[in-house]
């Protein structure tokens, strides 16, 4: 096993996959973008797994909130998609935990992940 393959086992979330924030941790273990994430862990056949923003994964988010919801729709564009480095920016104000939970919980769509799991992902819900 190769020295990368050694460190992505570390990471190893319960069921096989790495968390996202750990991905997050991972990229600067390695010294790469959070952008190659994504790839590197397709070639090894690892799934990341708990999207903080609510897009995949199972991770109990609580309540959306409406003064969230209403900071995030004005960084937003004209199709209630915003981008998921924007995302954690306002996360720096609330919490990473509260930006996902209204995000999961609203029409808002998270695009363009930081560590290039998805491009655009369709998230259907209903604010609040």
Request: net charge positive; charged share 30%.
């Amino acid at each position: 096993m190769d020295d990368t393959a050694q460190i992505l086992k570390k990471y190893l979330n319960e069921k096989g996959k790495i968390n996202c924030l750990d991905a997050f941790k991972l990229a600067r273990e390695l010294h790469i973008k959070p952008m190659e994430i994504a790839k590197l862990t397709k070639k090894h056949s690892i799934k990341i797994d708990n999207c903080e923003l609510g897009v995949f994964g199972k991770n109990d988010f609580g309540d959306a909130r409406d003064d969230i919801y209403e900071k995030l729709s004005t960084k937003a564009n004209t199709e209630n998609q915003i981008l998921c480095g924007v995302a954690w920016e306002v996360a720096q104000e609330f919490s990473l935990k509260k930006v996902g939970a209204t995000t999961k919980k609203s029409d808002l769509e998270v695009i363009h992940c930081q560590l290039g799991c998805f491009r655009t992902r369709i998230h259907h819900g209903s604010k609040s």
